[in-house]
T-cell receptor, first 114, second 113 residues
Framework: DAGITQSPRHKVTETGTPVTLRCHQTENHRYMYWYRQDPGHGLRLIHYSYGVKDTDKGEVSDGYSVSRSKTEDFLLTLESATSSQTSVYFC?????????????FGDGTRLSIL | QQQVKQSPQSLIVQKGGISIINCAYENTAFDYFPWYQQFPGKGPALLIAIRPDVSEKKEGRFTISFNKSAKQFSLHIMDSQPGDSATYFCAAREEGSARQLTFGSGTQLTVLP
């Protein structure tokens, strides 16, 4: 167990509403990631963080913002949700500082935007 | 742009058989190649990983074969079991990239009893 908690686990909301997903880790790891998973696309990186207040964009960052004010929490915000953002969202953390340190994933948030 | 191409999309194998999933990549800067296993309702879990300086890595019934010149790598599951039924993702990471992973599109494996 990598000590990752995602909340909420499920959410249904309407187009145009703001949505915030939370990732909480108990391991004090430096790197945190947000991915979305869609059929036929695998997992695609949205944003990542390499420290408190240090974040950068991934492959599919349009429409998303992130914040990391504490080591343990990484928030993903959809400012104005659209139906194309219906997906399963996964948070991941990278353990340690070695070259081969793997990423470990939470159990996801299933987000439906009607 | 899909930097890691995975095949097949789905695979059905009889219990005791060998499951083979293939991945190909284009970016020669990739230096770390993990495989993840995902069960319904759960996040991907690291299964096995390899670096390009070795051609094969084995852990129990799971083996990664790596062909650097062809830019291909594959996962072999020996003596496949119904409990192996899951979605498998290959991935790759570029050296010095803050450990970001690029994933393949996934293979849904079904092992029949």
């Amino acid at each position: 167990d990598a000590g990752i908690t995602q909340s909420p686990r499920h959410k249904v909301t309407e187009t145009g509403t703001p949505v915030t997903l939370r990732c909480h880790q108990t391991e004090n790891h430096r790197y945190m990631y947000w991915y979305r998973q869609d059929p036929g696309h695998g997992l695609r990186l949205i944003h990542y963080s390499y420290g408190v207040k240090d974040t950068d964009k991934g492959e599919v960052s349009d429409g998303y913002s992130v914040s990391r004010s504490k080591t343990e929490d990484f928030l993903l915000t959809l400012e104005s949700a659209t139906s194309s953002q219906t997906s399963v969202y996964f948070c991941a953390i990278s353990m340690g500082t070695g070259r081969n340190q793997p990423q470990h994933f939470g159990d996801g948030t299933r987000l439906s935007i009607l | 742009q899909q930097q890691v191409k995975q095949s097949p999309q789905s695979l059905i194998v009889q219990k005791g058989g060998i499951s083979i999933i293939n991945c190909a990549y284009e970016n020669t800067a990739f230096d770390y190649f993990p495989w993840y296993q995902q069960f319904p309702g759960k996040g991907p879990a690291l299964l096995i990983a390899i670096r390009p300086d070795v051609s094969e890595k084995k852990e129990g019934r799971f083996t990664i074969s790596f062909n650097k010149s062809a830019k291909q790598f594959s996962l072999h599951i020996m003596d496949s079991q119904p409990g192996d039924s899951a979605t498998y993702f290959c991935a790759a990471r570029e050296e010095g990239s803050a450990r970001q992973l690029t994933f393949g599109s996934g293979t849904q494996l079904t092992v029949l009893p």
